[in-house]
């Protein structure tokens, strides 16, 4: 009887170190078959790509990022890309309008995921992003801080390249003292009354950022009381102008993107350092959002692997100074531009509790936050 | 056979009638085409309430949305206020320059009257900077000077105030249309009318008052319902000067809805088309007022054109005429250039203020050649395409009697019914509709015929009042000399005509160049101008760099209108 059995383990063994030997072949030989595969899918994406030669990308208003951008594209991969520079909110109802009318301009845009969400995900006018990865650096997850992250609950479409923590309350220091300010419930002391701006909140961007975390950390009373001190409702520069000639003593909102002029200048404006209650974290402007049917969908696949390489993320990060969320690329600058990396200073639980850009957080903190905004201000 | 003949004639004569109505239809068809589809497509959508990305749902929320905004009827009540004040002071100060550089011999007159050109021409957001540099009420120059004063214990002076947003519309624009208009008109009327009221005993300014000002009401009514019709769209300067002190307008709320994420352009097309209702009413008052009334100055008749001498007044009023001049236009054009070389607009008491950086970065900024030649290309464009029709539309409605013609009237006036912004956004949902059939979206043409299309009223309007001073029998002439209508219009209506073509060029060449609220959605990355890379500097927190282009516009405008007038435009038949 132990015969059978004895043959029967014997030929168990025999088998199992056949397709031992064949896995460890595989594991041996498999990378040098996949590094081969993208090798060549990448070289015949870059010359399909250079024979389209051009590609039309929506980004946000910033000079150096155009100038970047269209130096990188032509020199390294011989595209002519056509830039339209334009906030989030007037690409995505264009574009939306163009999808509408089948007119395919646009082969990706920088986009939040607000305006994902809201413009372009129920028209069906975007495709998923993942499937356009080739560079092995991109798709691994491993070299993004917290792994790959999208603000859509599908996961899908808006890809969040970028994490980071602003200083977004500003002082004039000929009139206010550092230490004067610690909580945001120092705001509320009398003395400030009349003399605080706010980036206003149904304009969008950090103003409504930093409003939606103060709602969320401090609640409506807070912001209630808040408003009582009759905020100075503005524009980025124009509230920096006035904080730099002392007509408001504090500024919320406003970055060191507007004050860095301001700093270099010699002027007395100073960020507040991390008050009490934290801050929230950023995704800035968003990550690509690739069109459902790109006119040029080579160079789309090339600018894509590009921007979110170690180099594309490199330039991004310097041009626009939004901090990327890839671990090989030093953001160790960044502080002295009066941005945080998350990266570099939080944990990843951390950024998902206090990021207030994603799908999930828009239906719950944002949208909530700009209703009660409009109530409060729009009297 | 001479009845055969004149049958013969007559049956040419209507088949060559019938042919001109069927241009003088498929013209009436263009232009309602380009009028009437952004107005339509504006309206329809802002009844569109349903979800961004959702398929369109139609109601009234919008409209209620729009109208309840809190603040709105003191938005409209600052509107109103705002832009009839100064239409008044404008209206009071163009007629008096107008008449001083026209009918009398104030000297230096051609000059003064050019650099009124350029004070109309001039971008609204340097010259506001221009005028916060000097009357900000903590570090404008002005109020800093006076201040230092030993009698003066704080600034006299607030830019950002009810008067100081009229001040800068009355030297931005608000003057400048009416001398522009204006003179020219006064040029044209004929001096015996004021020699019989001074022989009868009436003094200069009696003259003025009582006899000049009434027989140019004409002029004087396009002038103002032209300018009023601007005043009440105006945005930029109550955005700069008037929202940081809660100063809102009713052109700032609808730029509120379009710029506010996510923007609600339904609210602001509802919005929009309460100038709809103002033009329609403004526009319904000039042509009852204007009906059956005779305008021809150039005829057969002797015409005399002597200037009134000014006497001892001749220098003073010189004096008038220059500061008045200068600070429309030197004073905040030399501002806005002293600042683009500071480190931080406006900031003189930084520790290193001055620098040539910002020259520096614009002009090795690739983009900006483009930028230089999209300009150049859409004011050129736009300019041949909008004298065109202009000139069309106006000939049909002064020197034909086209059945169509008064609804022709009508149409040119509705763009001025679309504030910039929304024009824009209307006609981008125009070329989307056409563009199966005319791919022109994401074209320069697109933008050519957005700029001629905004222009139209005011270029139909110039070119109107100029026609109605030829008399009808220099074509009858022409005619009656076997002349075709074509040889008539080339050979005896275009000489005396393209002087006023050349200045309707170049003011739609002008609004090309320096526009942003039209081209802003329409652009696309290869079609961008230098307005558009001035805001993409502005918005990209770059201000200083946005006033170098900004100057750089300013010079364009300048050669512009110098160029012009080398080629002879004027507005009126008589210099």
Redesign the interface.
């Known amino acids: 009887m132990r015969q059978p059995i004895r043959s029967v383990f014997r030929g168990c063994r025999l088998i199992g170190a056949v397709v031992m030997a064949c896995l460890l072949a595989g594991a041996a030989w498999g990378p040098a078959f996949a590094a081969d595969d993208w090798k060549a899918e990448w070289e015949s994406v870059k010359a399909a790509a250079r024979k389209e030669g051009k590609l039309v990308v929506g980004i946000p208003p910033n000079s150096t990022l155009r100038q970047e951008i269209e130096k990188v594209m032509a020199e390294k991969f011989g595209i002519q890309v056509e830039l339209v520079l334009g906030r989030g909110s007037l690409l995505a109802p264009r574009i939306a309008d163009e999808f509408k009318a089948g007119v395919h301009y646009f082969d990706l845009v920088i986009l939040s995921a607000q305006q994902v969400m809201q413009r372009l995900r129920p028209l069906g006018a975007i495709q998923p992003l993942a499937p356009l990865w080739i560079l092995p650096e991109v798709k691994d997850p491993k070299q993004w801080w917290g792994g790959h992250i999208f603000s859509d609950r599908g996961q899908k479409f808006a890809y969040s390249p970028c994490a980071y923590m602003l200083d977004n309350v500003w002082y004039n220091g000929s009139v206010v003292k550092q230490d004067e300010v610690q909580s945001w419930d120092d705001l509320l002391k009398p003395k400030f009354k009349n003399k605080i701006g706010l980036f206003d909140p149904r304009i969008g961007g950090a103003g409504r950022g930093i409003w939606g975390f103060v709602w969320k950390a401090k609640g409506e009373e807070y912001l209630t009381k808040l408003a009582a001190q009759n905020l100075v409702l503005g524009k980025r520069r124009p509230l920096a102008d006035q904080l730099a000639k002392g007509k408001i003593d504090i500024s919320i909102g406003p970055t060191f993107y507007t004050f860095r002029k301001f700093v270099k200048a010699g002027l007395p404006v100073k960020p507040f350092p991390r008050l009490r209650e934290g801050s929230y974290v950023s995704v800035g402007n968003g990550g690509p959002v690739i069109m459902a049917k790109p006119p040029h969908p080579n160079a789309t696949k090339v600018f894509v692997n590009y921007l979110l390489s170690k180099e594309g993320q490199d330039m991004y990060s310097r041009a626009h100074v939004q901090a990327t969320r890839r671990l090989d690329v030093d953001t160790t600058w960044m502080p002295s531009f009066g941005v945080r990396p998350a990266k570099d200073n939080i944990k990843v639980a951390d950024f998902h509790a206090r990021e207030n850009q994603s799908e999930a957080s828009l239906s719950k903190v944002r949208h909530p936050a700009l209703a009660f905004a409009k109530k409060l201000f729009e009297k | 056979m001479t009845a055969t003949a004149t049958m013969g004639r007559a049956r040419l004569l209507g088949g060559r009638l019938v042919i001109r109505n069927l241009w003088f239809t498929l013209l009436l068809g263009l232009v309602g085409f380009l009028v009437i589809t952004p107005l339509f497509l504006l309206l329809l959508n802002s009844f569109d309430v349903g979800?961004?990305?959702?398929e369109a749902a139609y109601g009234l929320d919008a409209w209620i949305r729009g109208y309840e905004?809190?603040?709105i009827e003191r938005a409209i009540y600052n509107t109103f206020s705002l832009a009839i004040t100064r239409s008044l002071i404008a209206t009071v100060v163009g007629i008096f320059i107008a008449w001083l550089l026209a009918r009398t011999d104030i000297p230096f007159k051609g000059g003064f009257e050019f650099l009124f050109w350029i004070s109309y021409f001039l971008p609204a957001l340097p010259v506001a900077l221009g005028w916060i540099l000097l009357l900000?009420p903590?570090?404008g120059l002005i109020n800093e000077w006076l201040v230092s004063l030993p009698f003066i214990d704080e600034a006299p002076f607030d830019i950002y105030s009810y008067w100081g947003i009229i001040w800068v519309h009355l030297t931005a624009t608000t003057i400048g249309i009416r001398v522009m208009l204006l003179t020219p008109a006064f040029r044209n009327l004929d001096a015996a009318l004021e020699e019989s009221s001074r022989i009868a005993g009436a003094g200069t300014m009696q003259t003025l008052v009582r006899i000049i000002v009434p027989i140019m009401m004409p002029p004087i009514l396009i002038a103002t319902i032209l300018g009023l019709i601007r005043s009440l769209e105006a945005f930029e300067i109550e955005l700069?000067l008037g929202?940081?002190i809660g100063l809102d307008v009713f052109s700032t709320k609808i730029y509120?809805f379009v710029?506010?994420?996510?923007?609600d352009?339904s609210s602001a097309a509802a919005l929009g088309s309460f100038f709809l209702v103002v033009l329609l009413i403004l526009v319904g008052l000039q042509q009852y007022y204007l009906r059956g009334k005779e305008y021809t100055t150039v005829t057969g008749r002797g015409f005399s054109a002597r200037p009134i001498p000014l006497g001892l007044w001749k220098w003073p009023a010189f004096a008038l005429v220059l500061i008045i001049v200068l600070t429309v236009t030197a004073i905040p054009t030399g501002f806005v250039f002293v600042g683009t070389f500071m480190?931080?607009f406006?900031?003189f008491h930084?520790?290193?203020?001055w620098t040539l950086d910002n020259w520096r970065q614009v002009l090795a900024?690739?983009?900006l050649i483009r930028s230089f030649w999209n300009t150049l290309k859409l004011g050129i464009g736009s300019a041949l395409v909008g004298v065109l029709f202009c000139c069309l539309i106006a000939y049909v409605v002064v020197k034909t009697r086209y059945a169509g013609k008064e609804l022709l009237d009508f149409l040119s006036w509705l763009p001025y019914s679309i504030p910039g912004i929304l024009l824009g956004l209307a006609l981008?949902?125009t070329f989307?509709?056409i563009?199966?059939v005319v791919p022109i979206?994401?074209t320069m043409l697109a933008l050519i015929i957005a700029m001629a299309l905004s222009r139209l009223p005011l270029g139909v309007q110039v070119i109107k009042a100029f026609l109605l001073q030829i008399g009808n029998e220099l074509e009858e002439s022409s005619r009656v000399c076997g002349g075709s209508w074509f040889y008539t219009f080339r050979r005896v209506l275009f000489p005396l005509l393209s002087p006023c073509l050349i200045v309707v060029g170049l003011l739609i060449f002008i609004t090309a160049a320096r526009d942003i609220g039209t081209v802003?959605?329409l652009?696309?990355?290869?079609t961008?101008t230098l307005s558009l890379l001035m805001?993409?500097?502005?918005?990209?927190?770059?201000?200083?760099?946005a006033t170098v282009v900004a100057c750089m516009i300013v010079l364009m405008v300048v050669v512009g209108a110098v160029l012009a007038r080398a080629l002879g435009g004027q507005f009126s038949i008589r210099s």
Do not use: C, M, S
């Open positions: 979800i961004p990305g959702k905004t809190p603040g900000d903590k570090f700069i929202v940081p509120e710029v506010n994420e996510p923007p352009y480190q931080l406006g900031y930084i520790a290193d203020p900024d690739p983009i981008i949902w989307l509709l563009h199966q979206y994401g802003v959605l652009a696309t990355g290869k961008r805001l993409d500097y502005t918005v990209g927190a770059e201000l200083e760099r």
